[in-house]
T-cell receptor, first 110, second 113 residues
Framework: QKEVEQNSGPLSVPEGAIASLNCTYS??????FFWYRQYSGKSPELIMS????GDKEDGRFTAQLNKASQYVSLLIRDSQPSDSATYLC??????????FGSGTQLTVLP | DTEVTQTPKHLVMGMTNKKSLKCEQH?????MYWYKQKAKKPPELMFV???????INESVPSRFSPECPNSSLLNLHLHALQPEDSALYLC????????????FGDGTRLSIL
C-alpha cells in the first residue's frame, strides 16, 4: 500500500518569511511528485511537478526531491497572506491513481 | 480559468431524488476521474475512466453511477443518496500515461437533505 505522509500542521509563518512544507512517501519506484494548493471551499490546483532529484524553482516556489530519502518538500519564499491555503502532496502510481497526503494547512500572518 | 468545467457548482437534493453531475474537459486528456472530498480531508478516488472505459471503481456504492459519453465528457448519476454523501465532488483529467499530474475542475458542492 502506497503511503504519503505530510506534516499536518497547521503551520503559521509571518508575511515575508519562508514556509517549508514536507512530505515523505513509501513507494521507492515513484517517478514524479506533485504539489497542489487548495483554498478553503475550492478545488485543488496543481502548482508544482517534480520528476528528478534536486530542486525545481517556479517563481517564489521551490520543490525539492530526494529519492534516496523518499522525501519531497515545497518552499515558499517571501510568503504572502494569499498563500494561506492547504497544500497537498500527491504521488502517482499505477493505473493512473494519485495518492494524496493528508495536507498541510498554511496560514501567513500579515 | 480552469480547463475542466463542472456543473452545477452547488446541488441540494433529497434522498429520493435523481440528479446528475457533469464534467467537461478541453485539455485533450484521455483519462478522467471522479473524487469525493469531505472537509479537512484529501480527495478520495471514486472512479477512473481511461479512453472512455471504466478502469477503476473504488468500491463505490451503486447509488453513484458514472458515465463517460465521449472523451471530453464525464457524468456522475446520483440516486437515493444518504446524508453522509454530502461532500465536494471533484472531476479531474490527465494524460493517459503513468506518472502524470491530474487537473481538477472547480467541483460540485453536494448537500443531501
Amino acid at each position: 500500500q502506497k503511503e504519503v505522509e505530510q506534516n499536518s500542521g497547521p503551520l503559521s509563518v509571518p508575511e515575508g518569511a519562508i514556509a517549508s512544507l514536507n512530505c515523505t512517501y513509501s513507494d521507492r519506484v515513484s517517478q514524479s511528485f506533485f504539489w497542489y494548493r487548495q483554498y478553503s471551499g475550492k478545488s485543488p490546483e496543481l502548482i508544482m511537478s517534480i520528476y528528478s532529484n534536486g530542486d525545481k524553482e517556479d517563481g517564489r516556489f521551490t520543490a525539492q526531491l530526494n529519492k534516496a530519502s523518499q522525501y519531497v518538500s515545497l518552499l515558499i519564499r517571501d510568503s504572502q497572506p494569499s498563500d494561506s491555503a492547504t497544500y497537498l502532496c500527491a504521488v502517482p502510481g499505477s493505473a493512473r491513481q494519485l495518492t494524496f497526503g493528508s495536507g498541510t494547512q498554511l496560514t501567513v500572518l500579515p | 480559468d480552469t480547463e475542466v468545467t463542472q456543473t452545477p457548482k452547488h446541488l441540494v437534493m433529497g434522498m429520493t431524488n435523481k440528479k446528475s453531475l457533469k464534467c467537461e474537459q478541453h485539455m485533450g486528456h484521455r483519462a478522467m476521474y471522479w473524487y469525493k472530498q469531505k472537509a479537512k480531508k484529501p480527495p478520495e478516488l471514486m472512479f477512473v475512466y481511461s479512453y472512455e472505459k471504466l478502469s477503476i471503481n473504488e468500491s463505490v456504492p451503486s447509488r453513484f453511477s458514472p458515465e463517460c459519453p465521449n472523451s471530453s465528457l464525464l457524468n456522475l448519476h446520483l440516486h437515493a443518496l444518504q446524508p453522509e454523501d454530502s461532500a465536494l465532488y471533484l472531476c479531474a483529467s490527465s494524460q493517459d500515461r503513468d506518472f502524470q499530474p491530474q487537473h481538477f475542475g472547480d467541483g460540485t458542492r453536494l448537500s443531501i437533505l
